[in-house]
């Protein structure tokens, strides 16, 4: 798990609140990812960083503004979210690689939107 | 939507037993990953199966692929308390970065001593 750092690991915030996920990889991969895990649902795809370019995902709402700024590093800046934002927030990375790649996960940022 | 789904969606089984769980896709895929993730925690990569194989061991999971059925299941022998957690599959999808994931809902095993 310590690959991939996430902070904070938990975070409550007011819907009013602007606040950020950070995400850290020392794996020297070269995508990195954020997922919102809600209970009783899939793993959901937020958003992809691959070669430090984003691929959009135009059903993640636009209170959600990824940034990665390295191949290292990712956040997720978060603004006037809602309560069903309320989620585990996970980061991950992997080395992009034809025949296929395992990707490695943070141990998710737990946030709660009151 | 290409996607995994587990089956069954809990399980609870005692120590010493072993343990299987399936998953089924959608479309065609390179390559299968199971993963397994404890309460509240991020997931870890447990094994990957390429669409060319048909089984594959790591200790004591097993892994079996069949592409005809778009089915896949995972074997944990001799299972341990230490094995509760939740069991995810996950296919690749091409997107146009060409590297995402797609999990299914997951399984829950329970072990109990």
């Known amino acids: 798990e310590t690959g991939v750092t996430q902070t904070p690991r938990h975070l409550v915030m007011g819907m009013t609140n602007k606040k950020s996920l950070k995400c850290e990889q020392h794996l020297g991969h070269n995508a990195m990812y954020w997922y919102k895990q809600s209970a009783k649902k899939p793993l959901e795809l937020m958003f992809v960083y691959s070669l430090e370019e984003r691929v959009e995902n135009n059903s993640v709402p636009s209170r959600f503004s990824p940034e990665c700024p390295n191949s290292s590093h990712l956040f997720l800046h978060l603004h006037t979210l809602q309560p069903e934002d309320s989620a585990l927030y996970l980061c991950?990375?992997?080395?992009?690689?034809?025949?296929?790649?395992?990707?490695?996960f943070g141990p998710g940022t737990r946030l709660t939107v009151t | 939507s290409q996607q995994g789904e587990e089956d069954p969606q809990a399980l609870s089984i005692q120590e010493g037993e072993n343990a299987t769980m399936n998953c089924s896709y959608k479309?065609?895929?390179?390559?299968l990953q199971w993963y397994r993730q404890n309460s509240g925690r991020g997931l870890v990569h447990l094994i990957l199966i390429r669409s060319n194989e048909r089984e594959k061991h790591s200790g004591r999971l097993r892994v079996t692929l069949d592409t005809s059925k778009k089915s896949s299941s995972l074997l944990i022998t001799a299972s341990r308390a230490a094995d509760t957690a939740s069991y995810f599959c996950a296919t690749d999808a091409w997107n146009q970065a060409g590297t995402a994931l797609i999990f299914g809902k997951g399984t829950t095993l329970s072990v109990s001593s």
């Open positions: 479309t065609s895929i390179n390559n």
């Open positions: 991950a990375s992997s080395q992009v690689a034809s025949g296929g790649y395992e990707q490695y």
